[in-house]
């Protein structure tokens, strides 16, 4: 809920106020399709997690995060678990059809700008031969450092590009979901990992 109300205040500096409703809807449709998804390999899961995401959530947010776990989950397809080279893979694919079908770029100010640095993130821990749990530490700090940048930015993708200079000094909402989500990786990963 406290999510969902950020995200609303984000929007509303930059946009009409209701891209927070929006996420919190499709991620409700989100736990019932994962619930409904138990057995499923993961690739099945993400693909219906996106779907559910498509959906429900409105504007370009429905798309673009439906695409994310969509070509995730087509990455993912078949495999029972993912370890740290399949968990970058999946990214790069939902990374790549996400900059194809937007045509946004690092610098425009949109969820690119926290997604990208979080992928390479992986792919650097993945050649380094650092553990999971680190990995997604550093990944999940690239994501947050990705997403604060896009204060600095003037937005020039979305319906926030009309505004031009005025969306100077605000955090784009999309990149911020992009960090929270790789948080909740962190913190899912570490509450699995703690001793009972």
Same mark, same amino acid.
Do not use: W
């Given at each position: 809920?406290?999510?969902?109300?950020d995200l609303?205040?984000l929007d509303?500096?930059?946009g009409?106020?209701d891209f927070g409703?929006?996420?919190?809807?499709?991620?409700?449709?989100?736990?019932q399709?994962?619930l !409904?998804?138990i %057995?499923? +390999?993961?690739?099945?899961? /993400?693909?219906d997690?996106g779907? =559910?995401i498509l959906?429900?959530?409105g504007?370009?947010?429905?798309?673009?995060?439906g695409t994310?776990?969509?070509?995730?989950g087509r990455?993912a397809?078949g495999?029972s678990?993912i370890?740290?080279?399949?968990?970058?893979?999946?990214?790069?694919?939902?990374?790549?059809e996400?900059?194809e079908?937007?045509?946004?770029?690092v610098?425009?100010?949109?969820?690119?700008?926290a997604?990208?640095?979080?992928?390479l993130s992986l792919?650097?821990s !993945?050649?380094? %031969?650092? +553990?999971?749990?680190?990995? /997604?530490?550093?990944?999940a700090? =690239?994501?947050?450092?990705?997403s604060?940048s896009?204060?600095?930015l003037i937005a020039r993708?979305?319906?926030?590009r009309?505004?031009?200079?005025?969306?100077l000094g605000?955090?784009?909402?999309?990149?911020h979901?992009i960090?929270?989500l790789?948080?909740?990786?962190?913190d899912?990963?570490?509450?699995?990992?703690?001793?009972?």
């Open positions: 809920m406290q999510q969902k109300d609303n205040g509303a500096e930059c009409d106020g409703v929006g996420m919190y809807v499709a991620f409700q449709r989100v736990q399709a994962a !409904t998804s %057995g499923k +390999d993961v690739g099945a899961l /993400l693909k997690v779907q =559910a959906s429900s959530a504007g370009a947010s429905g798309p673009l995060f994310l776990f969509i070509e995730a990455a397809e495999r678990e370890d740290l080279a399949g968990l970058e893979s999946l990214f790069r694919q939902a990374l790549q996400i900059r079908r937007g045509g946004a770029r610098g425009d100010k949109t969820l690119v700008d997604l990208e640095p979080a992928t792919g650097e !993945t050649r380094a %031969g650092i +553990d999971l749990p680190r990995a /997604l530490e550093k990944a700090e =690239a994501a947050r450092l990705g604060e896009t204060r600095r993708h979305g319906k926030a009309y505004l031009g200079e005025q969306t605000h955090e784009d909402p999309g990149a979901v960090a929270v790789f948080q909740t990786l962190v899912r990963y570490r509450a699995q990992s703690a001793p009972s």
